[in-house]
């Protein structure tokens, strides 16, 4: 191939969280069309509430470095701007390049929907040939619905759908060579996109003894994992410290790693269990890929329930009276609840960016459930704090534990993170590790210290309320506090009801509304796409899939309010899919612009500042979980128990 030629059809590749060479679609594509330009585009502005975290940019500043060698290595070289508008950077690379194509792989999260779908009209407008691919995930969102045409809204039935259907996608090879594309154009170093401020330099290089970013890396991380801890993880999962689990989320996130070939390895390995007989290691991979399928359904859930960062899937929690105590979230944020699990599990999220699944479940569980502290607060924490911070699986996470999906946790479970410490931290080694103020307690005491006679508390130099807090609330009392919030929130959810079916028509919004003070960023989805570019392997947005199907998700959004209960009737545990009886719940799938509306007035923010926690005396309490089945059915915590770091 000339190099005239390549002048002939100029490709930009806009790279984004799809940091590899290897099995990228948008690359592969422009590559064999000749000439590529690739770029990264850093855009803080439009980032907006939604701005990584600290421990979050410093694995994307690493994760280019790598790409911008790897890139180099194949013949060209990787861009990066810094910009306050990605279009008006794309359209600066057009210009000063005579590209008259752009490709990128796909995105879900409900800003990006927005944006790409935005910019590809733009750029379709300028004239400019556009393309997606799809580099994220096992199948498209839009690809995967029920009998009737319908989004699944329960997990299970969503990945045997899967399983089922005819796996396509086959990894691609990665271009063996790059022809360059030339261009002048205002560009920067890693350095100067300020990814990393100089007073995070010293916390961060701490982050590189135990994190190898870059796809390279996560190659011979999928490697070592699918050879040598694949095989036990049915049951090293379930434990908490080490690192029994397989840690590729954050390469996953940042798209270092290919879904498909982390799907095909571990499938693989299955097929020669299954000839050999082997139970054990059948058992694991089913297990790792389920936990792989909790990815796709993330995205397929906010795909198809785009409203859902802002909102819980079952709308049942908008009456719900959130204690907005900031008091609270700072002694939750700061590991000093008073409970050594929860408190260990924040530390360990502060100090190294990542927790394991079971530690993400106990913590956030206990922020909902004994703090009553509203979910997005933590959902966005731990947006702030997590290395693998990634907005899809954050929000399913927090939907799970919070009672608002239809096979999550119930609301009024409330597990105790006593009994739950003698359970997955049995020796007390994990707590030890992070509060080192415990590290010589009796195991006896460890997970509930306030129980340890006065001798040995001394003996074990503890003095709670002084080196370590009291419990910031006694499981009786968040007991009690949790089932008069959730009867206030049926008590309201009535009342509204009433009035509403008296005519009176009375909008009420998400309880936490009113505390928050910084927005989420408006998600405004377009009814219909006249992006001309539009081909069958396209990004959709979600008002595009099954074609004329806002019925369809409307039916559907009904489905999922009946499987909650009626207000009237405080019983929350028939989670069976109901027939419509036509309550009305928005699912902005459908995307009316008047339902975009009213969501977009519900953002939130967490609030910057609080004090130190109050101490209150706490007591055992041993949950009896009346749905544990259920759990069991979507286990996230198994999934990510057996992940068990
Ligand atoms: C409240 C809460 C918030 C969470 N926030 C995030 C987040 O911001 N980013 C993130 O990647 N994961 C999040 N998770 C999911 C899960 O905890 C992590 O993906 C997992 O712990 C990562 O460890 P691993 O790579 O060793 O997982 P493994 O168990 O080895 O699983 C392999 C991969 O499957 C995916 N996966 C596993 N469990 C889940 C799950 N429950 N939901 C979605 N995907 C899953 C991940 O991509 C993971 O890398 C959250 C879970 C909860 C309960």
């Not at 059809?9 to 594509?29: E, M, Q």
């Not at 990665?174 to 401020?197: A, F, H, M, Q, Y």
Request: glycine share 6%; net charge negative.
């Amino acid at each position: 191939m000339s190099s005239s030629s390549s002048s002939s059809c100029k490709t930009i590749v806009w790279f984004r969280r799809d940091l590899r060479i290897d099995d990228n679609p948008a690359l592969a594509a422009a590559a064999k069309d000749n000439g590529v330009f690739p770029v990264y585009i850093w855009c803080p502005k439009e980032e907006d509430q939604f701005y990584p975290g600290r421990v979050s940019r410093w694995w994307l500043k690493q994760s280019l470095a790598h790409l911008e060698q790897s890139l180099k290595s194949l013949g060209s070289e990787l861009v990066l701007i810094k910009t306050h508008s990605t279009l008006s950077a794309l359209l600066d690379c057009i210009n000063a390049t005579g590209a008259t194509k752009v490709v990128f792989n796909h995105l879900y999260d409900p800003v990006s929907l927005v944006r790409d779908h935005n910019i590809k009209e733009k750029l379709a407008e300028a004239g400019i040939s556009v393309q997606s691919y799809n580099g994220d995930l096992l199948y498209e969102p839009w690809e995967i619905y029920d009998e009737k045409g319908q989004a699944f809204t329960t997990f299970d039935a969503y990945w045997d759908k899967c399983l089922n259907v005819q796996m396509e996608p086959v990894s691609l090879l990665p271009p063996w060579r790059l022809l360059p594309v030339e261009g002048t154009i205002e560009k920067c170093s890693i350095e100067d996109l300020g990814l990393e401020n100089e007073t995070e330099k010293a916390s961060n290089a701490l982050l590189g003894r135990a994190w190898s970013p870059g796809w390279g890396n996560a190659d011979k991380a999928l490697t070592e994992f699918i050879e040598q801890n694949l095989f036990d993880h049915s049951t090293s999962r379930l434990k908490v410290g080490g690192n029994s689990t397989s840690l590729l989320s954050p390469y996953l996130h940042f798209g270092e790693l290919s879904v498909r070939k982390v799907f095909q390895s571990a499938r693989m390995k299955q097929l020669i269990w299954t000839r050999e007989h082997n139970a054990q290691g059948k058992e694991s991979v089913t297990l790792f890929l389920k936990a792989i399928g909790l990815r796709e359904y993330s995205r397929y859930l906010t795909f198809n329930f785009p409203f859902t960062h802002e909102r819980p899937l079952l709308s049942n929690l908008k009456y719900f009276p959130w204690n907005a105590d900031t008091n609270r979230f700072k002694a939750w944020r700061q590991g000093r609840t008073g409970y050594p699990l929860v408190d260990a599990g924040m530390r360990e999220l502060w100090a190294t960016g990542w927790i394991h699944n079971r530690i993400r479940v106990i913590v956030s569980s206990f922020a909902v459930k004994f703090l009553l502290l509203p979910w997005r607060w933590g959902m966005k924490y731990f947006w702030d704090t997590l290395l693998d911070a990634d907005l899809e699986c954050d929000i399913l996470g927090w939907q799970y534990i919070s009672g608002s999906l239809p096979d999550g946790h119930e609301l009024e479970r409330l597990d105790s993170p006593q009994i739950q410490g003698a359970k997955f931290d049995p020796e007390g080694e994990y707590v030890r590790q992070w509060l080192p103020e415990l590290a010589r307690m009796p195991t006896e005491w460890i997970h509930h210290p306030w129980d340890a006679p006065l001798t040995v508390l001394k003996v074990a130099g503890v003095e709670l309320g002084l080196n370590y807090p009291k419990p910031v609330i006694d499981i009786d009392t968040a007991r009690e506090h949790l089932r008069e919030a959730i009867f206030k929130m049926w008590e309201t959810e009535a009342a509204a009801k009433a009035a509403t079916s008296d005519g009176m028509s009375e909008e009420v919004f998400d309880n936490s509304d009113g505390i928050e003070t910084s927005p989420i960023p408006k998600v405004i989805l377009k009814e219909k796409s006249s992006c001309p570019t539009y081909s069958s392997n396209d990004q959709r947005v979600p008002s595009f899939q099954n074609g004329n199907n806002g019925s369809l998700h409307r039916k559907r959004a009904k489905l999922v309010e009946e499987k909650r209960l009626p207000a009237n009737k405080p019983n929350n545990h028939d989670k069976q899919a109901g027939t419509s009886r036509g309550e009305e719940l928005c699912s902005t799938a459908e995307s009316s612009t008047s339902k975009r509306q009213s969501i977009s007035r519900m953002s939130f923010s967490v609030p910057q500042s609080c004090s130190s926690s109050d101490g209150r005396l706490l007591q055992e309490y041993d949950s009896s979980d009346t749905k544990q089945s259920m759990q069991e059915k979507i286990n996230m915590e198994q999934t990510s128990s057996k992940n068990g770091k």
